[in-house]
Antibody, heavy 114, light 107 residues
């Protein structure tokens, strides 16, 4: 069955970068886009961007443009989301998602604290 | 960018009907997807393309669309339906937006 398995929780200092991975199994990685969504504590869902699993094209939210990079490795069926220049407001659970199929990763908690 | 507007909260008694709206200027041209989220869990897709219910989602969940508003209806609400509900859509350029979420409380 379809599974999206994300990397583990991260603790980062302000100004640092974080890279979260999302390994996809159970479907053809190149056929669907993978989206990245975050959720700050007690807040709603915030779309960050997506990558086309087939051609690697990306689209980013203006809110994160310039700070986020989403990449994909078709040989490993894995997508990565890197967020730079972290600040305390970036503390959140980060999810990967295959929107068309309705599947989500388990989420990765990123905590930004000095 | 664009916005999707949801009511912050909806309260309903067990067995009654809950309706959650999602409004936005792009909606006459774009589909809406609905997610249910319970505390500590990842969101769960409960409706795709305005009114298509994924397999495994109870029949009491239904969706409809009219102009700039899409509505998720829960008929015969059960205690287990309590949670946060989010709509999501994309514009023609592929930019995705989530609504602010609606907290459903079963009284």
């Amino acid at each position: 069955q379809v599974q999206l398995v994300q990397s583990g929780a991260e603790l980062k200092k302000p100004g640092a970068s974080v890279k979260v991975s999302c390994k996809a199994t159970g479907y053809s990685f190149t056929k669907y886009a993978i989206h990245w969504v975050r959720q700050a504590p007690g807040q709603g869902l915030d779309w960050m961007g997506w990558i086309n699993g087939g051609n690697g094209n990306t689209k980013y939210s203006q809110k994160f443009q310039g700070r986020v990079t989403i990449t994909g490795d078709t040989s490993a069926n894995t997508s990565y989301m890197e967020l730079k220049s972290l600040r305390s407001g970036d503390t959140a659970v980060y999810y990967c998602q295959v929107a068309t199929l309705g599947y989500w990763g388990q989420g990765t908690l990123v905590t930004v604290s000095s | 960018s664009y916005d999707l507007t949801q009511p912050p909260s909806v309260s309903v008694s067990p067995g009654q009907t809950a309706r959650i709206t999602c409004s936005g200027d792009v909606l006459p041209k774009q589909y809406v997807y609905w997610y249910q989220q319970k505390p500590g869990q990842a969101p769960l897709l409960i409706m795709r393309k305005d009114s298509e219910r994924p397999s495994g989602i109870p029949e009491r969940f239904s969706g409809s669309s009219s102009g700039t508003t899409v509505t998720l209806t829960i008929s015969g609400v059960q205690a287990e339906d309590e949670g946060d509900y989010y709509c999501h859509s994309a514009d023609s350029g592929g930019v995705v937006v989530f609504g602010g979420g609606t907290k459903v409380t079963v009284l």
